[in-house]
Nanobody
Framework: QVQVTESGGGMVHVGDSLALSCAAS????????MGWFRQVPGKERDLVAA????????YYSDSVKDRFSISGDAAKDTANLQMRSLKVEDTAVYYC??????????????????????WGQGAQVTVSS
């Protein structure tokens, strides 16, 4: 079993920066990717950013690609999300997730929540104007 733990989050103002951290523990051998997703009430969980260990390829949603940065350490199974120039619309619960599914290794793969096996409990990020 794999456990995923997030840390960070909180309440900030528009334009501020904030960092989220994530760590996977347990049976982490065979994990191929770590990612961050976010969700607001009544909406689907959407990709924020992800990093694939094998080739260090990163993925970003269009809404954050110029403001957020994901980094990670495959050996430690950790991933960090640096968020800058935060907007009110970034307010959400942020979930870290990781995957052992072989499909994520495909050359045309793009992260989707269904591709991730293990999830953290989520961290609230609130951006106020």
């Amino acid at each position: 079993q794999v456990q995923v733990t997030e840390s960070g989050g909180g309440m900030v103002h528009v334009g501020d920066s904030l960092a989220l951290s994530c760590a996977a523990s347990g049976r982490t051998l065979g994990l191929f990717v770590m990612g961050w997703f976010r969700q607001v009430p009544g909406k689907e969980r959407d990709l924020v950013a992800a990093i694939r260990w094998g080739d260090s390829k990163t993925y970003y949603s269009d809404s954050v690609k110029d403001r957020f940065s994901i980094s990670g350490d495959a050996a430690k199974d950790t991933a960090n999300l640096q968020m800058r120039s935060l907007k009110v619309e970034d307010t959400a619960v942020y979930y870290c997730a990781t995957s052992s599914q072989i499909t994520v290794l495909g050359p045309f793969w793009y992260p989707s929540p269904t591709d991730f096996d293990y999830w953290g409990q989520g961290a609230q990020v609130t951006v106020s104007s």
